[in-house]
C-alpha cells in the first residue's frame, strides 16, 4: 500500500521560472494538505483541498501560488515568478474522509538560485 | 490565537531516560493534538494523537499527558535510545470541517538527540 508520494522531490528554479509540485495522495483519500517548512522551522499550512474544490486557502499567499486537486490526477501546487524567498521543502498530506490523521509524503525540496 | 508554542528548542538525553518536551496553545477551538516525528530529508511521520476529552494517551514508550484547563500538553519518550534521534513536532487541529479534520498547527519543533 503506498504512501503519499510527491514529485519530484528535489527542484531547482531560477528566479522568475515556474515551479510545479505533484501530489498523490494515498489510496482512498480524498483529502490533500499543503505545508511549507523553512529551515530550522516547523511546517506552516498552505491549502486544503478536496477533489475539485478548495476547502481552505487561507495559508497560500496572495499572489503568485495556487494549488488545484482535480477529478483526476495529482494534486498540483504551482508557484509562478519564483523568488528566493520560496526556497523551502514543501510537504503534501492526504487524510480520508472522517478521519483525523494526516499523512505525510516525502517532501518537495525546491531550490531557487 | 492560532500558535502552538514548544519546548525546548533541542534537548539532549542519555540513552535509557526520558524526554520530555512540552506545548502550550491558546485557541480553545482546538480539539485534536498530534506530535509527529521527522528524521533529516524526510517527511513526518504521526507517532501519538489525543483529543481533549482524556488526559493520557499511551502507546508503547510514548505518552501524551494533556492539560485541558492549563492549555498544554507533552510528550514523554520512556527509556530513549539512540534510534529516537529526530526532531519532534506537536500540533494541533482548531476545527472539524463536516467530515474531516482541518489544518495542522505546528509548534517549531524541538530536535532531540540520545547520547549513547
Known amino acids: 500500500n503506498a504512501g503519499v508520494m510527491q514529485n519530484p522531490r528535489h527542484l531547482v528554479r531560477r528566479r522568475g521560472q515556474e515551479a510545479r509540485l505533484r501530489c498523490s495522495p494515498m489510496?482512498?483519500?480524498?483529502?490533500v494538505y499543503w505545508y511549507r517548512q523553512l529551515p530550522e522551522e516547523g511546517l506552516k499550512f498552505m491549502v486544503y483541498?478536496?477533489?475539485?474544490?478548495?476547502?481552505?486557502e487561507s495559508g497560500m499567499p496572495k499572489e503568485r501560488f495556487s494549488a488545484e486537486f482535480p477529478k483526476e490526477g495529482p494534486s498540483i501546487l504551482r508557484i509562478q515568478q519564483v523568488v528566493r524567498g520560496d526556497s523551502a521543502a514543501y510537504f503534501c498530506?492526504?487524510?480520508?474522509?472522517?478521519?483525523?490523521?494526516?499523512?505525510f509524503g516525502p517532501g518537495t525540496r525546491l531550490l531557487v538560485l | 490565537q492560532q500558535q502552538v508554542k514548544q519546548s525546548p528548542q533541542s534537548l539532549i538525553v542519555q540513552k535509557g531516560g526520558i524526554s520530555i518536551i512540552n506545548c502550550a496553545y491558546e485557541n480553545t477551538a482546538f480539539d485534536y493534538f498530534p506530535w509527529y516525528q521527522q528524521f533529516p530529508g524526510k517527511g513526518p511521520a504521526l507517532l501519538i494523537a489525543i483529543r481533549p476529552d482524556v488526559s493520557e494517551k499511551k502507546e508503547g514508550r510514548f505518552t501524551i499527558s494533556f492539560n485541558k484547563s492549563a492549555k498544554q500538553f507533552s510528550l514523554h519518550i520512556m527509556d530513549s535510545q539512540p534510534g529516537d534521534s529526530a526532531t519532534y513536532f506537536c500540533a494541533a487541529s482548531p476545527e472539524n470541517y463536516g467530515g474531516s479534520q482541518g489544518n495542522l498547527i505546528f509548534g517549531k519543533g524541538t530536535k532531540l538527540s540520545v547520547k549513547p
Open positions: 483541498l478536496q477533489k475539485e474544490n478548495i476547502i481552505d
Open positions: 498530506a492526504s487524510s480520508r474522509w472522517g478521519q483525523e490523521t494526516q499523512y
Open positions: 489510496k482512498g483519500h480524498s483529502h
